[in-house]
Every structure is written in structure tokens, then in C-alpha cells.
Nanobody
């Protein structure tokens, strides 16, 4: 059994900051990539940022220069530092991890989501 639990969402004014955290727990042998996605009402889920086990990162153009993804491999935790937030960043943010529970193939797991609301 594997769980991804997000925290850190909330309501913030435009220009403000939030830091999201996601902890992976359970029968985990290894974690490959971890990432953050978001889904706004009426829109498709989109990739916000991703990070490999080695620390290579990828950020969506819409958040480059404002958001930063990082991870602590020892804690099975991924973070998303969000600065200069805009109303269009309002969405449910989901954590994703590609991980192995043993010697088999890796699988994708999702967190339950955390709401981020940016007021103008």
C-alpha cells in the first residue's frame, strides 16, 4: 500500500506565496520521478513541474521563474514553492510519483489533491 499526502494549500492574495509538500509512504522500494499537476474547474489536468531522482527539473512555461520544485529523497518528499501567485494559478494541485514497490515495474500514484485559491 502506498499513499501520497499533500499539504500546504490554501487561500492567498495575488502576489503572495505558498509552499506545497507531498510525502510518499508505504511499501516503497524506490521513487523515480515526482511531480505536481493542477486542474482548474472546467480544464484538463496539466503538468506544473517535475523532478527526477537525480534532481533534474522541468517547469511549465506558465510557472517558470515563479514556482520551484524540489525533493528530499531521504524523506520521500517533494515540494513546490510558489511565489508571485496569480489568480490563474487557482486550481486543485495533485502530487504524482512514479515508484517501485519491489523488483517489478514502476507505477504511478496520485495524491488526493490540495486546493490553492489566489484572490485578486
Amino acid at each position: 500500500q502506498v499513499q501520497l499526502v499533500e499539504s500546504g494549500g490554501g487561500l492567498v492574495q495575488a502576489g503572495g506565496s505558498l509552499r506545497l509538500s507531498c510525502v510518499a509512504s508505504g511499501s516503497i522500494a524506490s521513487i523515480n520521478a515526482m511531480g505536481w499537476y493542477r486542474q482548474a474547474p472546467g480544464k484538463q489536468r496539466e503538468l506544473v513541474a517535475a523532478i527526477t531522482s537525480g534532481g533534474s527539473t522541468n517547469h511549465a512555461d506558465s510557472v517558470k521563474g515563479r514556482f520551484t520544485i524540489s525533493r528530499d529523497n531521504a524523506k520521500n518528499t517533494v515540494y513546490l514553492q510558489m511565489n508571485s501567485l496569480k489568480p490563474e494559478d487557482t486550481a486543485v494541485y495533485y502530487c504524482n510519483a512514479e515508484l517501485r514497490m519491489g523488483r517489478g515495474n514502476p507505477y504511478n500514484f496520485w495524491g488526493q489533491g490540495t486546493q490553492v485559491t489566489v484572490s485578486s
